[in-house]
């Protein structure tokens, strides 16, 4: 039985979701999973942690959290103080992205946190407040549904992208994640990255980290919530998108590529993942962008 979850819209017109100020016990919180929307958080109060990519947070009041899409993501709530938050899911197509007069642009921000691997933005007192009105707001437009409300919403989500790069521009210093995890657990998912495209057991991967497989197997998925095959297989799936789509490489190649042990192998993970095989995947995506 599988885990990994892939989240699916509920409005495939408007690709947009907004879930306002819900409190999560760790019973009621998602599994580890992915999805093709970018994603904002806002946490208002409670504690607890987050997995995303390859990097692991505390939560705390204050806290925003960036996901690019295509990126595992696992909030784990604190059974006693469980977090409360506001999130928004959203396509990237939904983002005005024209390039003006600077470097500036919305989808940048993603990309930037995708690429640097620093999905947190704690923000100050004053602009929590700023953030709390501009969701509320979207929230006022979404309950009242008046004329224009959704052009609306997504007018304040770009508002709210700007001042989240603002604000990361302006204390590019204070952005730091927490040290947080086992040392030998964060060593061990850079090492993954870096060696996707080869064939990495249970056992060698223990042995690099001088534990045994039994501790391996059970501490990775205590501190990730994600179990070691699920991930390997996620992060390859991952890449294969990125490959299918930004590349000419034959599917053959790609898979190998991903360390997939065979064509049948990557064409099962491939559907089991994302209900279609690696070509359909790459005809259908290319046809919409």
Partial sequence: MKTFQKTKRHDSLFPFSFIYQD???????????????????????????????????D????????????TIHRAIPDKDDPVTS??????????????LDDSFSYQN??????????YKIPIQK????????HLQRINNEITQKRLGSRHASLLIVHQIILD?????????????????????????LEYI?????????????????????????????????IGLINYLNTKRIIKAKELLLETNDSVAHIGEMCGFESMTHFHRIFKKYMDTTPANYRKRTKIRI
């Fill in 126 to 133: 004053e602009n929590q407040k700023v953030m709390e009105n």
């Fill in 86 to 99: 506001t999130i928004i899911f959203f396509s990237p197509t939904l983002i005005y992205n024209v390039l």
């Fill in 109 to 118: 921000l993603f990309e930037m946190t995708k690429k640097r691997g620093r």
């Fill in 164 to 188: 989240l790069y603002r604000i990361r521009a302006e204390n590019e210093h204070d952005i730091k994640e927490k040290a947080y995890g086992l040392d030998w657990i964060k060593d061990i």
């Fill in 23 to 57: 409190t999560k016990s760790p019973q009621k919180e998602l599994s580890d999973h992915m999805h093709d929307d970018y994603e904002i958080v806002y946490v208002y109060s409670g504690k607890g942690s987050f997995f995303i990519g390859d990097v692991f947070y």
């Fill in 59 to 70: 939560m705390q009041p204050g806290d925003v959290f960036l996901i690019p899409n295509n």
């Fill in 193 to 225: 990255n870096k060696n996707l495209s080869k064939k990495l057991t249970l056992t060698e991967l223990a042995n690099k980290c001088l534990v045994s497989p039994s501790y391996f197997s059970r501490t990775f998925k205590e501190e990730t919530g």
